[in-house]
Nanobody
Framework: QVRLVESGGGLVQFGGSLRLSCAASGIDFGLYPMGWYRQAPGKRREWVATVAPDGVPHYGDSMKSPFTISRDNAKKTVSLQMNSLKPEDTAIYYC?????????????WGQGTQVTVAT
């Protein structure tokens, strides 16, 4: 059974930082590109970032925020460091494991973690 469990969300002030983590089990982690998506209220889910099995990061074209994705293959975790957060970054953030095209929204999903940025 595949499980992706996110943690690290919460309420943060404008300009603050959060670090999201996702722990994976039930997959051969080292073979999977791991990504983060987010869905804001009333909006479609959008791709944030993906990190390839070799650690090379890719970021969505619409992403202007200073986010950094990373992974630890030994621990089977992927992280998203989010700095200089803005209210428009408020969303549910989802961890994703997908061997398909980057940003295609396939593969496996976590349950999501809420990030709220206060003004």
């Amino acid at each position: 059974q595949v499980r992706l469990v996110e943690s690290g969300g919460g309420l943060v002030q404008f300009g603050g930082s959060l670090r999201l983590s996702c722990a994976a089990s039930g997959i051969d982690f080292g073979l999977y590109p791991m990504g983060w998506y987010r869905q804001a209220p009333g909006k479609r889910r959008e791709w944030v970032a993906t990190v390839a099995p070799d650690g090379v990061p890719h970021y969505g074209d619409s992403m202007k925020s200073p986010f950094t994705i990373s992974r630890d293959n030994a621990k089977k975790t992927v992280s998203l460091q989010m700095n200089s957060l803005k209210p428009e970054d408020t969303a549910i953030y989802y961890c994703n494991a997908d061997r398909g095209p980057i940003g295609a929204q396939g593969g496996y999903w976590g349950q999501g973690t809420q990030v709220t940025v206060a003004t």
